[in-house]
């Protein structure tokens, strides 16, 4: 469903500070594909993602979504179809907004906005459905301004709004990273439950190599903006993280220890 | 004296207009947009220069509205479209407009003595003032509804979270330059409206008129903040109309103590700033205090755990 075709990505091309962030990539997901991206600092992760989310265009390459090609798509456009999660659990959702309203702007993804009311009986109904759902009483709170809610009650609205209208692709960039651990697991359960309910197609950036074993069906490492390796079905199932961190020594004739992997 | 305090309230209803426009821009889009000085004379200009082609002042007066959301729609594709700074875009269109307004005008001040929309607001039969004031609130109340409603809308609520978190904006499929732009031109068709009124209510159009008017508009809002709180959208807006009018009084007495009319600028500069510094000092020396209290309780609670 999701094509990327020798994509690459310089940055700052033709000064001395030229980087090439994402190197000719092929990638194809099929429906329902869950890949988790490891890879060390600078590897490329996250270039990979506003690349697919259409924060900016590749400067080769091109990219397809259900066989329409949208290399040339801005962000907003793309975002008809795509869901995404931030590091930042600030950047994912309006803090001087309540909650009602920032679900009422997430539920007219793709739709136009137009001067009907934000918010409507029937929108509120479905909110309160959609939040009594998520467990942590938001339900109760839908006049709070998200603002005053804490970094994982966020993440979970921003997990919410990013999935709500069942996007055809989730992208989650290190959406648990910003998190103290039991958030962070809470955040992580519920994107389990959430891509697994809606059998949604997604990628997951993550610091964690034993998150990203453990979760998803594929694993992606990537590596000076190439994909290192790749590991799916049975024998990610099987990988350790010893294995992966081998398998990069092997191939790269580096060490990296876990510590690099993490130190994001 | 009541008079003099009376036309303090009328003015600072008019200038509440422009409040709620530098709302909009200020606080919702998170904007410092100095299109205003231009585009409260623009408004001016467009109503003086239609009502002297013999136009009728209500249609002046309304015409006025687009000129300023033409302004503000300037403003905002310089800053979306052409990537230029937001203070840089509005201070290019502002200083634009004052060669604009002047040739819209055809001369540097116009005066406005009679049939302008005053005049039945004037005759209606509660005496002078009374049939001002109920005027202008009715009018103002009118302008709070629309763009308190207009916020209230799908588009509405994606302009808001625009000054939030433009970034949020995009990912859920809302065109940003759109709502920059949208939301800009309406924050300066008030502006512009607001100008047209006040121009009518002071009897003449002056190019210079819209010198400093950024400052009072900011003023309105941070004086209203402070004062009435500002937690949702109605209540900013209705702050913002009550920082015009406080405002409007604080100036009234100053000039009745003595101020000289020449000295006004200086004063409303520092009003803003005090308005600006005041609630800071105010919140830091209570958490100093606080912070004072429980190092004090600490330090008590040490001292009996060590008697004990």
New interface residues.
């Given amino acids: 469903m999701l094509q990327l075709e020798n994509v690459s990505k310089l940055f700052f091309t033709g000064t001395v500070n030229q980087r090439v962030a994402v190197r000719k990539i092929n990638l194809t997901l099929e429906d329902g594909d869950f890949v988790t991206v490891i890879g060390s600092n600078g590897a490329g992760k996250s270039t990979l993602l506003n690349l697919i989310a259409g924060v900016y265009p590749p400067d080769r390459g091109r990219i397809v979504l259900d066989g329409k090609e949208i290399t040339s798509w801005e962000e907003a456009r793309r975002a008809a179809w795509i869901g995404r999660v931030f590091q930042d659990p600030a950047a994912g959702t309006a803090p001087r907004m309540t909650i009602a309203e920032n679900l009422a702007i997430a539920y007219r993804r793709g739709q136009r906005r137009g001067l009907q009311w934000g918010l409507n009986k029937a929108l509120r109904e479905q909110i309160e459905v959609a939040l009594a759902d998520l467990g942590l009483g938001l339900e109760h709170r839908l006049q709070t301004k998200v603002g005053l809610l804490s970094g994982g009650e966020r993440q979970a609205l921003t997990l919410l709004m990013a999935t709500c209208t069942q996007p055809r692709l989730l992208l989650l960039d290190e959406h648990t990273a910003a998190l103290d651990p039991s958030k962070a697991a809470l955040v992580t359960q519920l994107t389990e439950r959430l891509v697994a309910e809606q059998r949604l197609t997604t990628v997951m950036v993550t610091h964690n190599m034993e998150q990203a074993l453990r979760l998803g069906n594929r694993l992606i490492m990537l590596h000076s903006g190439r994909i290192l390796f790749e590991i799916q079905g049975s024998e990610k199932r099987r990988a350790t993280v010893r294995d992966l961190l081998e398998a990069f020594h092997q191939l790269q004739g580096e060490t990296m220890t876990e510590d690099e992997l993490l130190m994001n | 004296m009541i008079a003099a305090f009376l036309g303090a309230i009328e003015l600072g209803l008019l200038y509440g207009i422009l409040a709620m426009g530098v709302y909009l821009s200020f606080r919702v889009l998170d904007f410092p947009d100095l299109t205003v000085d231009g585009s409260f004379v623009t408004g001016a200009a467009v109503m003086s220069a239609l009502f002297l082609h013999g136009v009728s002042p209500w249609i002046a007066t309304l015409t006025a509205l687009l000129g300023g959301a033409v302004a503000g729609t300037l403003t905002g594709l310089l800053t979306t479209k052409g990537h230029i700074q937001g203070l840089l875009s509005g201070i290019l269109v502002q200083i634009g407009l004052y060669s604009i307004n002047l040739r819209i005008m055809g001369r540097s001040n116009i005066p406005l003595l009679a049939g302008t929309v005053m005049d039945p607001i004037a005759a209606l039969p509660f005496g002078l003032h009374v049939s001002t004031l109920l005027t202008f609130v009715a009018l103002v109340a009118f302008c709070g509804v629309i763009l308190w409603a ?1 916020l ?7 302009v ?2 625009t ?3 433009p ?10 330059t759109a709502t920059v732009v949208v939301g800009l031109a309406i924050s300066n068709a008030f502006v512009a409206f607001s100008g047209a009124l006040v121009a009518q209510y002071q009897g003449f159009t002056d190019v210079t008129m819209g010198i400093g008017m950024i400052v009072v508009g900011l003023a309105a809002v941070i004086i209203g903040e402070v004062l009435f709180g500002a937690p949702n959208v109605w209540r900013g807006l209705a702050a913002a109309v009550g920082g015009a009018i406080v405002f409007r009084l604080v100036i009234a007495l100053a000039l009745r103590a003595g101020l000289a009319p020449t000295d006004l600028k200086l004063a409303t500069a520092v009003i803003v700033v005090v308005a600006l510094l005041l609630p800071r000092w105010l919140t830091q020396r209570r958490q100093r205090q606080n912070l004072q209290q429980a190092v004090d309780a600490a330090l008590q609670e040490k001292a009996d755990a060590q008697v004990g």
């Fill in positions: 207009f209230g809308t799908a588009f509405g609520l994606a808001r979270a000054g939030d978190s970034q949020m904006v995009r990912a859920l499929g809302g065109h940003t």
